[in-house]
């Protein structure tokens, strides 16, 4: 079982790394001009979001396996609050690839500023998830 919980840790580490990076690509396609970098930043976006779906699917997995195997989170409040933000986080990932559609189309409407904040939304729900993981305080 601890084989399956270093696995989902390095899994769901990797997966936060692509919803970090992804939205500072927009951040960068929303400031570009030049067709070539665009072009360019749109590949580095593709084959980011490609990466990081794989990536998500057996972090998901890993963690279903646990949860079921533990059973925890059949009376823990924590629990519950934390699968709400792995959900919500599941929102966002797919929320990015609406996003990168958008910019393959040439429909994006936000300015860069928008997703300098847009970026922020992972870094809180991993820290709020890290905080009822080890903390539990409900």
């Known amino acids: 079982?601890?084989?399956?919980?270093?696995?989902?840790?390095v899994l769901i580490a990797?997966?936060?790394?692509?919803?970090f990076?992804?939205?500072?690509?927009f951040v960068n396609l929303a400031m570009e001009t030049d067709l070539a970098a665009t072009s360019r930043l749109l590949l580095m976006a593709r084959k980011l979001y490609r990466f990081m779906t794989i990536?998500?699917?057996p972090a998901l997995a890993s963690g279903i396996w646990l949860l079921l195997r533990y059973e925890i989170w059949l009376n823990s409040?924590?629990?519950?609050a934390k699968l709400a933000?792995?959900?919500?986080?599941?929102?966002?990932?797919?929320?990015?690839g609406s996003i990168l559609k958008k910019f393959e189309h040439?429909?994006?409407?936000?300015?860069h500023v928008w997703y300098r904040w847009f970026n922020e939304a992972?870094?809180?729900?991993?820290?709020?998830?890290?905080?009822?993981?080890?903390v539990k305080p409900f």
Do not use: D, E, Q
């Open 21 to 25: 990076y992804l939205p500072r690509i």
């Open 106 to 111: 040439g429909n994006n409407t936000r300015s």
């Open 85 to 96: 933000l792995v959900i919500v986080l599941i929102g966002y990932h797919h929320m990015c």
């Open 77 to 80: 409040v924590w629990m519950h």
């Open 55 to 57: 990536l998500a699917v």
């Open 1 to 9: 079982m601890l084989w399956i919980k270093a696995f989902h840790i």
């Open 14 to 19: 990797s997966w936060f790394a692509g919803l």
């Open 122 to 134: 992972p870094v809180l729900g991993m820290f709020a998830i890290v905080v009822l993981v080890v």
